[in-house]
T-cell receptor, first 115, second 118 residues
């Protein structure tokens, strides 16, 4: 069975500081990996995704993530955090096949940004 | 970009009544949509997969008679919470994927519906 672990429930960083959110996954085949962001009371917005190829993927809002197969990780990074980045971040894994994707989500990491 | 519209964004209902939540793909067709439930400060739990023109597929532990799903067209799926009780209060989110898109096209999520049962 597929699973996603986000070890950090809550992270606080200062505006302008760098950020890394951890994500570890368990999946029996080649995974699709995603990072989504959720603002309070809102749905999810896709930040970036990894399917194959270059293990460092670039996303929107200046985010990037690196797929490390040997570590089963897909950590999200941003060099300089903005106050508007405060939100809940979810890592997700899904099957690398088909036209529909059942995603398994991690428990999320809440990011707080101090000014 | 692809947009998924979910309505209503919030609803309050009395215990014992039923509530219908709509999920529409506005600029693409979706043969499959997904319904998630999210408890406060927790992750999204997949409830069911909605299939256009056929029965929904429910995840283990989800009552199909409680959460009725109808996917009558390629752009609309509805979730009806029947005989709602306070424990059904939650944040419900739908997602959809462009059926005509590439195999690696991502899921698009609605903005969710906050259901409060009093």
């Amino acid at each position: 069975a597929q699973s996603v672990t986000q070890p950090d429930i809550h992270i606080t960083v200062s505006e302008g500081a760098s950020l890394e959110l951890r994500c570890n996954y368990s999946y029996g085949a080649t995974p699709y990996l995603f990072w989504y962001v959720q603002s309070p009371g809102q749905g999810l917005q896709l930040l970036l995704k990894y399917f194959s190829g270059d293990t460092l993927v670039q996303g929107i809002k200046g985010f990037e993530a690196e797929f490390k197969r040997s570590q089963s990780s897909f950590n999200l990074r941003k060099p300089s955090v903005h106050w508007s980045d405060a939100a809940e971040y979810f890592c997700a894994v899904g099957p690398y096949t088909g036209t529909a994707s059942k995603l398994t989500f991690g428990t999320g990491t809440r990011l707080q940004v101090t000014l | 970009g692809a947009v998924v519209s979910q309505h209503p964004s919030w609803v309050i209902c009395k215990s014992g009544t039923s509530v219908k939540i709509e999920c529409r793909s506005l600029d693409f067709q979706a043969t499959t949509m997904f319904w998630y439930r999210q408890f406060p400060k927790q992750s999204l739990m997949l409830m069911a997969t909605s299939n256009e023109g056929s029965k929904a597929t429910y995840e283990q532990g989800v009552e199909k008679d409680k959460f009725l799903i109808n996917h009558a067209s390629l752009t609309l799926s509805t979730l009806t919470v029947t005989s709602a009780h306070p424990e059904d209060s939650s944040f419900y989110i739908c997602s959809a994927r462009d059926s005509s898109g590439r195999a690696d096209s991502p899921l698009h999520f609605g903005n969710g519906t906050r259901l409060t049962v009093t």
